[in-house]
């Protein structure tokens, strides 16, 4: 790699910015693709872009072939984050099985008397409002909200900021005439069909979940799926 791209490439890094290298394995070629921007010598096409797109979602790197040269991409992906709405049990069970699957986790509930060191070790803690939570965590492409209060007060205010975000998967606990009632009122604050399609309510993967550990756990596949195969989950 010459020294310019190394350069940009680390800044990139530094910048939790989604990058992907992309080497002509047989000449040597190189081109460095940051958030969708093209650097280098190498010249790309459509399939080899659908490649990094795959390459950045699964955090690991392939070969691809186009115009009769193999390439090889290598991805740098910022690191994901969970972002959990509401210090109850379920996030209790949750927040250890995302760290395990290497999420940085970030517990926000405005009730300190929830959030405790005690009770969520090794997370993140915020006690803002969750709508200035969520506006300063800024979630992106490798972030999943997840709202669990049952509170319209904190969990509406958390998916209003979550649907302008890129967040790449957005959950809501409830039953499906709570979430009924959840659009009902985010259609009136402007958001319509397509933004709902984006939210996973009710949460997780139907396995007849009724604990708060396996509801975590339904929750934990259906944010796994969707980092990995969005296409497959229909959202």
């Given at each position: ?116 060191r005690e009770r969520f070790p090794g997370a993140a803690l915020n006690h803002d409002w969750p709508d200035d939570a969520l506006t300063a965590l800024a979630p992106d492409r490798r972030t999943a909200v ?90």
């Open positions: 790699m010459n020294s310019a791209l190394l350069d940009t490439l680390l800044e990139a890094k530094t910048a939790k910015r989604p990058t992907a290298l992309v080497t002509d394995l047989e000449g040597g070629a190189q081109a460095l693709v940051i958030d969708g921007a093209e650097h280098g010598e190498l010249a790309l096409d459509d399939q080899v872009r659908g490649g990094i797109e795959r390459a950045l979602r699964r955090d690991k790197g392939e070969t691809v072939e186009s115009a009769g040269k193999r390439l090889f991409i290598q991805p740098f992906a910022p690191p994901k984050r969970m972002i959990l709405v509401g210090a109850v049990h379920i996030a209790q069970s949750l927040a250890p099985m995302a760290k395990l699957t290497g999420y940085d986790v970030v517990i926000v509930d405005p009730r300190q008397a929830f959030t405790s997840v709202t669990l209060t049952h509170d319209p007060k904190l969990d509406d205010p958390a998916l209003s900021v979550a649907l302008r975000s890129d967040a790449f998967y957005i959950g809501a606990l409830g039953s499906t005439r709570t979430h009924g009632r959840r659009l009902e009122r985010l259609r009136e604050a402007g958001f319509g069909d397509n933004d709902f399609a984006r939210i996973h309510g009710p949460i997780g993967l139907d396995i007849g979940a009724v604990s708060p550990a396996e509801i975590a756990i339904s929750i934990m596949g259906e944010v796994t799926r969707t980092l990995h195969a969005p296409a497959e989950d229909g959202k």
